[in-house]
């Protein structure tokens, strides 16, 4: 599979749109091609054709009468389908959901489709978001675009096949514990997760609302930032969003490394990290510090407790926003139910798959009488433990730096009888999660032919900072890996 793109980068589409070289109808076929010529990979759900067709052709005519229709038009993108989209239903990759279609659009894509965006198809995701492999989708699993046999990652899985496999420039995902960074290392893209609250998540199907936030996956950080500055923000529909920053989150990938202190997680480089992982991120590392970064390392003592508070919180979160999924208001109902008690539990039942009643049910036991104090509430005390523990860390360093996960891809059906297996997945993510920063994953070459990515976390609310720095990151490390595979074929 090639690494180079077939799309420029998301300025360039938008300028050529604008200065009339390619129409948006042009590059919305396009897309719906590529998405149909590489379907067997089983990253989208459903496309918005119609819909993205009329809206190419609107700002087409747009552009002809000499409007500016914005710094996105006609780019081409997919959102994870727990995005409420108009054009096609909104399901979360659940049975529960099949048939629903959304009364109104979420802010990150009205916000995108004001700048000219056009949304061509929904992604494939593990269902409601619960997983990390893309397998516990109640439709199909997506497959890896390096090798079909394995995972793409989760739960954002088809968003970062969509976007390494040239379907579209760039693609939403959703990242509560690590759903846009992880695929995007197991599938060889960049995966952003911001600061919490920095883009809305009104219209995004719950997960974990202490955690939830919205991802940016696309072939390059410049791309991410780009997209990222058309929804950051804040908004009257979500509570929990922040100010944005004055200046524009858009970078450039000639911003100096030089003088920047990364500190090294000692805790995600030690036992249990594959071989060929820890070589790639050190490679990386190396890197880095030939270009003037000082390279230190970093202890977070409380991080190894970190996947135990998550799968404490999380599901607890999980069983309380899955409560209105009752098949009384929308989604599947039990036609044959003959009382409501039947209703709410032959519902349940049917609409959900594995996964959810699993996390349903640990959510449930983890606030039920008797275990909250046991479990909850000292999970809660540990997370403002490691709170704590990185704003402190974060005084000494300007960023963190480690694995994304400990593994590459893993092949399909390996860890789907072992949850505790499959939840390690997510070990080296849900720090930045629980502590409310801004993390990036970036390209770091390859371990045995797989994609491993470099996994960068800065304080909150330095998502600008955090993005410049990635770009530069990105663009040294490529030109390495570049060099490295010029020397190789010339030998």
């Not at 089983?42 to 747009?62: F, G």
């Not at 999380?314 to 008690?341: C, F, K, T, W």
């Not at 997370?383 to 994304?404: M, S, W, Y």
Request: contains cysteine; aromatic residues 8%.
């Amino acid at each position: 599979m090639s690494t180079e793109s077939k799309w420029p980068s998301v300025a360039i589409i938008a300028a050529d749109v604008q200065s009339g070289k390619i129409t948006a109808t042009e590059l919305v076929k396009q897309a719906l091609q590529t998405i149909e010529d590489k379907k067997e990979y089983q990253a989208v759900i459903a496309t918005t054709a119609d819909r993205a067709l009329e809206r190419a052709k609107e700002i087409d005519e747009q552009i002809a009468s000499g409007s500016n229709v914005g710094k996105l038009a006609g780019v081409p993108f997919i959102a994870k389908d727990n995005f409420l989209v108009f054009g096609s239903e909104t399901t979360a990759a659940s049975n529960i959901l099949k048939g629903f279609d959304a009364p109104y659009q979420s802010t990150a894509i009205e916000k995108l489709e004001s700048e000219g965006a056009i949304c061509v198809a929904k992604a494939n995701l593990d269902a409601f978001g619960h997983g990390g492999s893309t397998e516990n989708s109640d439709f199909f699993t997506t497959k890896n675009p390096h090798d079909t046999e394995r995972v793409p990652g989760g739960s954002s899985g088809g968003s970062a096949v969509a976007v390494v496999l040239d379907m579209v420039p760039f693609a939403l995902g959703t990242d509560t514990g690590g759903s846009s960074r992880q695929p995007a290392s197991f599938s060889g893209c960049v995966g952003y997760k911001p600061t919490y609250g920095l883009i809305s998540r009104s219209g995004v199907i719950a997960m974990a609302s202490s955690t939830d936030t919205i991802g940016t996956l696309a072939r390059t950080v410049e791309d991410v930032a780009y997209v990222v500055d058309v929804m950051a923000g804040r908004d009257p529909l979500d509570s929990t969003t922040i100010d944005r920053d004055e200046q524009s989150y858009q970078v450039s990938n000639a911003a100096s490394l030089k003088g920047k202190k990364v500190g090294v997680i000692k805790e995600y480089m030690g036992e249990g990290v594959d071989p060929g992982v820890k070589q790639a991120i050190e490679a990386s590392l190396e890197v880095l510090k030939k270009a003037g970064a000082e390279i230190v390392p970093v202890s977070l003592p409380s991080l190894e407790y970190s996947l135990g508070v998550y799968y404490i919180v999380v599901p607890a979160e999980i069983s309380s926003n899955l409560s209105r999924y009752d098949g009384q208001r929308y989604g599947y109902s039990d036609a044959d139910a003959n009382n409501l008690d039947t209703s709410y539990t032959s519902s349940r039942t049917t609409g959900f798959g594995a996964e959810a009643k699993r996390r349903i049910m640990t959510g449930a036991y983890v606030l039920s009488s008797g275990y909250y104090d046991a479990y909850y509430n000292k999970a809660q005390t540990v997370r403002t433990k490691l709170i704590q523990e990185f704003n402190a860390v974060l005084e000494d360093v300007d960023f963190l730096a480690g694995p994304t996960a400990p593994t590459t891809a893993f092949k399909i059906g390996q860890n789907t009888n072992d949850p505790l297996q499959m939840y390690l997945a997510d070990v080296m993510t849900v720090g930045a999660s629980l502590v409310g920063i801004p993390a990036l994953v970036v390209p770091a070459g390859k371990a045995a032919g797989l994609p491993v990515g470099l996994q960068l976390m800065t304080k909150q609310k330095a998502d600008r900072m955090l993005l410049s720095f990635g770009a530069a990151a990105q663009s040294a490390i490529s030109k390495e890996i570049s060099s490295k595979q010029s020397k190789e074929i010339e030998t």
